[in-house]
């Protein structure tokens, strides 16, 4: 079975500085998609970047991108710029290529400083 | 702009009552999914279907049912609810394999049994 780890129940960051969330994951598997989602205050999950594993390049969404390392099983992701909007729990995210679920980590709780 | 809408979005409920939780998607997806929420867990998986008519167990299926009579609904049951599903239910949907595999996800369900 697919496990998801994320290290960091909490962390904080001062707005405009970079803040980098950490994610593992365990799979046998070689072709797959990580994700990393959002949940404000509001509890809606908003997808923030996804990746797929056979691409050797980290994607980016403007203030995020990723840092696969797919020997290591690891995916980060990096806020750059960091908004006060910014403020939420992420989830970091596994999903098989040929399956019909997708498997979350704990979260980690993001809080954005003034 | 609807996307996946669920109601109810909060329901108090007796233990051994019984309830249905209603998801409906108007972006034609095949894929839909029911998902719980709990404290330092993430999302776990309880039922999803691949399409019309069809359903499945993921990983925390006991104490509910689900339907999926039309493509666009996908019904959640708790025949006899007890405490320990107190939780945020979400409901989400993809448009399948091969897709990205993007799964776009409802504001939330709060239920709790006392």
């Known amino acids: 079975a697919q496990t998801v780890t994320q290290s960091q129940p909490e962390m904080s960051v001062q707005e405009a500085e970079t803040v980098t969330l950490s994610c593992t994951y365990d799979t046998s598997e070689n072709n797959y998609y990580l994700f990393w989602y959002k949940q404000p205050p509001s509890r809606q999950m908003i997808l923030v970047i996804r990746q797929e594993a056979y691409k050797q390049q980290n994607a980016t969404e403007n203030r995020f991108s990723v840092n696969f390392q797919k020997a290591a099983k690891s995916f980060s992701l990096k806020i750059s710029d960091s908004q006060l909007g910014d403020t939420a729990m992420y989830f970091c995210?596994?999903?098989?290529?040929?399956?019909?679920?997708?498997?979350f980590g704990a979260g980690t709780r993001l809080t954005v400083k003034p | 702009n609807a996307g996946v809408t669920q109601t109810p979005k909060f329901r108090v409920l007796k233990t051994g009552q019984s309830m249905t939780l209603l998801c409906a998607q108007d972006m034609n997806h095949e894929y839909m999914y029911w998902y719980r929420q709990d404290p330092g867990m993430g999302l776990r998986l309880i039922h999803y279907?691949?399409?019309?008519?069809?359903?499945a167990k993921g990983e925390v299926p006991d104490g509910y049912n689900v339907s999926r009579l039309k493509k666009q609904n996908f019904l959640l049951g708790l025949e006899s609810a007890a405490p320990s599903q107190t939780s945020v239910y979400f409901c989400a949907s993809s448009v399948g394999h091969y897709s990205g595999n993007t799964i776009y996800f409802g504001e939330g369900s709060w239920l709790t049994v006392v």
């Open positions: 279907s691949v399409g019309e008519g069809t359903t």
């Open positions: 995210a596994f999903m098989k290529f040929d399956m019909d679920d997708m498997r």
